[in-house]
């Protein structure tokens, strides 16, 4: 009996930190999550008020929004490759070190940036009517298709601002400063949600400009947004000493370039896989009808808002295991990470169960019809029931990412989406009559697969590894 309480106490003693440790760990964590769950929420409010118009409008809303975010995910990927080296610089106090990092992000923004915009000039329709040929959709696919084109064109205004906070607020916070970027995604919900009401609905004297309005209203808070974090990051130089001299040249040494896309296009190639994974599996579930598409967009809008907390932890794991790894201090690393993996399961845990009361009740906010509704009941609760598991999937995937493993994330990551989630949707979805909802769980089971991948990669320490160290 004593040596069954000793095991116990000693498992408690690796998942469960002390006052101190949760301490460090919130003080990074919620200011990303009141950032993200302030953009969410406003976000749940956009989609909401789009909603109420009609389900076409919120159906063509929802599909760009769909193609956009793989694009946000290429900018992601593109920034975190150098944001690994710009944590583990930061740890080792080389500003130039990140100088560089921030340099490579402008450019690999960029290129992805005009590279989207020109896509979607090119082929932004077709794009659209790849979510347009389920069942029952044939009367109200032109319309859903007009509605996509207004606010696509509109969105596309937006992706420079975006695109600059991504590679400024990135690198803030892998140096250690999460509360500007919070701040100003506060200020730019709020501006996006006021305008999203004067414009949406024609308040004030405004037209009434429905999905342009929204669109309007997005592109104007991340203008504002931008100008926030870029005059504050410039104004603060005793805070952000990298910022000295930054633009004395755009030049990124060759050595550093190509340590950079080593590690980095992995990541970016990463992203962009994952992101048109997720974009297809829409695409295989949109083929039981145009419901399910204005269902899963009701889902996955309060889905966001819940998901706050698992993203928020993932990013503190890439933030304080990367600056001990930075650092050399590699058992502290893997002590700090198996708590911090424990922490992010039990808080989803708690969320989860909140998801599930609401789950019957946010769907009425919408004025669509029955069956989508029911369908959005459906998706949230089993996303809700799957949430500990993709907690512990994105905490193992920022480990891994944290000490360079970029090649085994993208194989943990986007090759599993499309060889098994992808697969699964798609042979569903085409040569079976199973309803759309025991296909999302199906694809949601596959999953488990991973789980005990991550698992065996995160205990092993493949991710333990000082990448910066000795480079010169």
């Excluded at 809008?301 to 304080?320: E, M, Q």
Aim: hydrophobic fraction near 50%; proline fraction near 3%.
């Amino acid at each position: 009996m004593e040596e069954k309480a000793v095991k116990k106490q000693g498992l408690a003693s690796k998942l469960i930190g002390d006052k101190k440790f949760y301490k460090m760990i919130l003080l990074i964590a919620v200011p990303i999550m009141i950032q993200n769950g302030i953009t969410n929420f406003v976000s749940l409010l956009d989609n909401i008020m789009i909603g109420r118009i009609g389900t076409e409008q919120m159906s063509g809303a929802a599909i760009v929004n769909q193609l956009i975010f793989v694009y946000n995910l290429c900018i992601f990927g593109g920034v975190s490759g150098a944001g690994i080296f710009t944590a583990q610089y930061f740890g080792q106090k080389d500003q130039e070190g990140v100088r560089n990092t921030f340099r490579y992000k402008l450019w690999m923004a960029l290129i992805l940036t005009v590279a989207t915009i020109i896509i979607f000039l090119v082929g932004g329709d077709r794009l659209i009517e790849l979510y347009l040929h389920g069942e029952g959709a044939r009367e109200n696919a032109a319309a859903t298709l007009l509605y996509g084109k207004q606010y696509l064109w509109i969105m596309l205004v937006g992706l420079p601002p975006f695109m600059m906070v991504q590679v400024y607020a990135s690198t803030l916070r892998e140096c250690g400063e999460t509360v500007v970027p919070m701040k100003a995604g506060i200020t730019a919900v709020l501006i996006n949600l006021l305008f999203n009401y004067i414009l949406i609905y024609g308040k004030f004297g405004a037209p009434v400009l429905g999905v342009r309005g929204a669109a309007i209203a997005t592109v104007l808070s991340r203008y504002v947004e931008a100008i926030i974090v870029i005059s504050w990051t410039h104004r603060h130089k005793e805070k952000n000493p990298y910022i000295e001299g930054l633009y004395r040249t755009l030049k990124v040494p060759a050595y550093m370039t190509k340590k950079i896309l080593i590690k980095g296009t992995p990541l970016l190639f990463n992203e962009a896989l994952w992101a048109a994974g997720m974009a297809m599996l829409t695409q295989c579930y949109s083929v039981r009808g145009l419901n399910v598409v204005a269902g899963l967009n009701i889902s996955n809008t309060i889905n966001n808002v819940f998901n706050i907390v698992f993203i928020a932890l993932g990013d503190s794991v890439a933030i304080v295991v990367g600056q001990l790894l930075g650092a050399g201090e590699m058992k502290k690393a893997r002590e700090t990470d198996t708590k911090m993996i424990a922490f992010s399961v039990f808080c989803c845990t708690c969320v989860a169960l909140v998801m599930l009361v609401l789950a019957p009740f946010f769907p009425l906010l919408y004025n669509t019809n029955a069956e989508a509704r029911e369908l959005a009941k459906y998706f949230i609760m089993i996303t809700a029931i799957f949430m500990p598991q993709n907690a512990f999937l994105h905490a193992s995937y920022f480990t891994l990412r944290s000490g360079g493993k970029t090649i085994i994330t993208f194989l943990f990551d986007s090759v599993f989406i499309w060889c098994v989630s992808v697969t699964i949707a798609f042979t569903l979805s085409r040569f079976t009559a199973l309803p759309v909802i025991g296909i999302y769980t199906l694809v949601q089971l596959g999953d488990i697969i991973k789980c005990v991948i991550g698992f065996i990669l995160v205990k092993k320490g493949v991710w333990l590894q000082n990448i910066v160290a000795h480079e010169k």
